[in-house]
Structure formats: C-alpha cells, structure tokens
C-alpha cells in the first residue's frame, strides 16, 4: 500500500492518529514553508548533501509547496477523523484544492531546478 493508496482513501484512526498525522506531522512542513515565505530564501537538497538555493519568488513558491503539503496531510488526517461531522463531510474539499495547489507549485519548483541545472553545464 502506498501513501497515495492512503491520500485516496478515507483516513483511518483514533485520536491520536488525528492528531499525530493532522498536527504534528504538517508542522515541520508549514515551518519551512514560512521561513521560505518569509526570507524569500529557500534550499532544495540534492545528492552528496549539495542544496539547490531558491531565491525570491521561487522560493516563495517552494513556500507555498510546503504549505499546501502541511494543508494536505492536515485536512487528511484532523479533519478526516474529526468527531465534528461538518469537518469531517468536508474534509476532500480542502484536501483537493490543496493538492492542486501542491502539484502546481512543485511543477514549478522542479522547473526552477531544471532551469538551474541546464544552466549549469
């Protein structure tokens, strides 16, 4: 089973699993995506521990990626498993819009990168 098996099907749980996967989980991801926002400075690492630097509004994007994947997971998992039944009959709703909004930015973002390699060589 993988984590798009997973992200398609309804979540499964208790409490803690909500808020584990819906809290806990998207923090690092919401944290970098501010700092990146916020600094208008971002990395994306690479192999051998080299990092690609991001500056202005690709990093700002990069931001945004890391936002709508903490939005992922949290709308997944905390709304998902809510015991309020109004999250819960919602939840695809933000989980969707953020998953489009994930998979535009990082179209982005790994246009940014292959930009930055061509120029490279």
Known sequence: ???LDDLDNAPQGDQTTQWLG???????????????IINRVGAVPGRR???TLLLGTDAII???ACLSCAA???FHYYWG?????CLRDNY??????SLVILI???????????RGFTQLY
Do not use: N, Q
């Open 81 to 85: 498993l809510s015991d309020k039944e």
């Open 1 to 3: 089973m993988s984590i």
């Open 92 to 97: 695809t709703v933000g989980k969707t819009s």
């Open 49 to 51: 521990h080299d990092r």
């Open 62 to 64: 990069l931001g945004i």
């Open 72 to 74: 992922v997971l949290h």
């Open 104 to 114: 535009a930015s990082l179209a982005w973002v790994a246009w940014c990168l292959l």
């Open 22 to 36: 819906g809290i806990l989980a998207p923090l690092p991801f919401a944290m970098y995506g501010m700092m990146c």
